[in-house]
């Protein structure tokens, strides 16, 4: 009897610890980690839109609040969405390469595109607000992202990175386009190139995240995984060079504040922390390239360093990062649910968390709001809640392979 190899004894470890994607290949760990870490900082971000006391009065970024420990808690949140996005576009790569066909790619690309759209604009949305709200965030940008792949993974895969950094780098262009040029396709343009409200029928339309912007992140991802990842998992060298790079062009481009870096150069503070904190505070809404090297130079980072996690601390992020879109949809109705119980709790009517983001004036005129200990205080009770459903989910997508799961 031949004795079992090694890559055959960790492909079975891997079979039998659930890590296959819906294709039936090994999972890359390391990148579900990674995305499951993003989904809890994600839901920190939102937690503290939900519970901080000051969250509807300024910009915790400010560099003249005089409170690091704020500054640093929205900061490193500023990791989740284009680390989210690239991974988006990684993932499509690792769907080609494990080989879905032309075809299938793009059918499923398209409605699942649609699919995440039609969510932001419905369960997303009226669960950040409790109250119908149009608001065009990261979802909505995967799923523009997604319809613009589905015919983009058909070129070369060079001719898709190039695109994806010629937006990253050129899309300030856009905003020398005025929205009233297009006449009555004006709302289309704003969805795709203008962060700001949007009055429509339906009510008020917020973007957030322009698709064309953050569709160049995603065609990044979709570029670079090959670089990056192959049958085996990580390209460890590979990863390394590209990480130094990332981050050498940001300190390069950033430090000499180099024109079309980022929009607002940073400036000497009062003390060398708050001159940092002006250096790494870089543009996100619309990302410059700048936040764009930053932020994925230190997500290749971490894909190194979870290319060696294991152990509770794993299996806590696994769950989490195998099941995305599910927890993602999970923490929004959690968080906000969970404000308004302690709210009633301490004496505040549950009318007032309805349309929290449209009318945030009842809470604050009700004195709404915890410290930072109590937003890092909910922030875990919300992962504690969230953890065991999505490790039931992630159990039901080991075991079945339904198709409509691929859209959750």
């Known amino acids: 009897m031949s004795t079992p190899s090694a890559r055959t004894v960790g492909f079975q470890s891997q079979v039998a610890a659930g890590g296959l994607t819906r294709s039936g290949e090994p999972r890359i760990d390391a990148i579900d980690l990674l995305r499951g870490l993003v989904i809890c900082l994600m839901v ?25 420990a704020l500054f640093m808690t929205r900061w490193v949140t500023h990791l989740c969405a284009p680390t989210f996005v690239f991974l988006a576009g990684v993932s499509v790569w690792l769907q080609k390469a494990n080989g879905k066909g032309s075809g299938d790619l793009s059918r499923f690309l398209l409605t699942r595109g649609l699919w995440l759209i039609v969510l932001e604009f419905t369960l997303i949305g009226v669960g950040f607000n409790f109250g119908w709200w149009i608001f065009a965030q990261v979802i909505w940008a995967i799923g523009f992202g997604m319809i613009v792949l589905a015919g983009l993974h058909r070129s070369p895969r060079s001719l898709v990175l190039i695109l994806g950094v010629a937006i990253i ?17 004006e709302p289309i343009w704003r969805m795709l190139a203008v962060r700001g409200p949007m009055p429509t029928e ?19 991802g979709y570029g670079l995984a090959g670089f990056l990842v192959d049958g085996q998992g990580l390209r460890r060298g590979r990863l390394m060079t590209f990480a130094a790079v990332f981050l050498g062009l940001f ?14 150069p940073w400036a000497v503070q009062g003390s060398p922390l708050w001159t940092t904190f002006s250096i790494i505070s870089v543009n996100k809404y619309p990302p410059s390239p700048a936040y764009v090297l930053l932020m994925i130079g230190l997500a290749f980072v971490l894909l190194l360093a979870f290319d060696r996690l294991r152990g509770p601390a794993a299996r806590v992020l696994l769950a989490f990062g ?16 969970l ?25 604050i005129a009700h004195g ?6 109590g937003v890092y205080i909910a922030w875990l009770t919300v992962l504690v809640l969230m953890y065991p459903l999505s490790r039931w989910f992630e159990g039901v997508k080991r075991r079945r392979r339904d198709w409509w799961l691929g859209y959750l």
Not at 57 to 62: K, T, V
Not at 169 to 185: R, Y
Not at 368 to 373: A, I, N, P, Q, V
């Open 202 to 220: 339906a009510g008020l339309l917020l973007v957030v995240y322009p698709g064309i912007q953050w569709t160049g992140i995603l065609l990044l």
């Open 339 to 363: 404000a308004m119980a302690a709210g009633v709790v301490m004496g505040v009517p549950p009318s007032a968390f309805i349309n929290t983001i449209t009318d945030p004036s009842r809470l």
């Open 322 to 337: 195998r099941t995305p879109l599910f927890t993602y949809l999970l923490h929004i109705w959690i968080a906000h649910a």
């Open 368 to 373: 709404w709001g915890f410290g930072l200990g």
């Open 169 to 185: 780098v050129g899309h300030p262009v856009l905003n020398l386009i005025s929205p009233t040029t297009f006449g009555p396709l």
């Open 251 to 264: 300190a390069v481009g950033r430090g000499c504040n180099l024109p079309g870096v980022d929009p607002f």
């Open 44 to 68: 920190l971000d939102h937690v503290r839109d939900f519970f901080h006391a000051g969250a509807a009065a300024g910009d915790p970024m400010a560099l003249d609040t005089g409170n690091p």
